[in-house]
């Protein structure tokens, strides 16, 4: 998944509110989180997107484990180096 980031302070004062308002998070892990929310864009996406949120609802779909990471990248849709790898475009492939 790509993702465009048009305004990071938007999306770091989401994240932050988002570490504030979690009741479960010891203070000690807030100080860190915070701090790694403001330093980092791709942090802050981090504490925003929950992949168990991403397939809770999907039927037949039991997530028992989940990791990501995230970068900066300069992403050009039109630069020959994004183009499809050769497992991504094959035609004959169904999704059943």
């Not at 770091?12 to 308002?21: E, F, I, K, Y």
């Not at 100080?31 to 992949?51: C, G, I, S, T």
């Amino acid at each position: 998944m790509v993702v465009e980031v048009d305004d990071a302070r938007k999306l770091t004062g989401a994240a932050l509110d988002r570490v504030a308002q979690d009741e479960r998070m010891p203070a000690e892990e807030r100080a860190h989180a915070q701090a790694a929310v403001k330093e980092d864009v791709a942090e802050a996406l981090a504490y925003l997107v929950d992949p168990f949120d991403l397939v809770d609802e999907v039927p037949g779909i039991e997530l028992t484990q989940a990791s990501w990471s995230s970068e900066l990248i300069d992403y050009d849709p039109d630069s020959p180096d994004w183009e499809a790898d050769e497992d991504d475009d094959d035609e004959d492939d169904e999704l059943v």
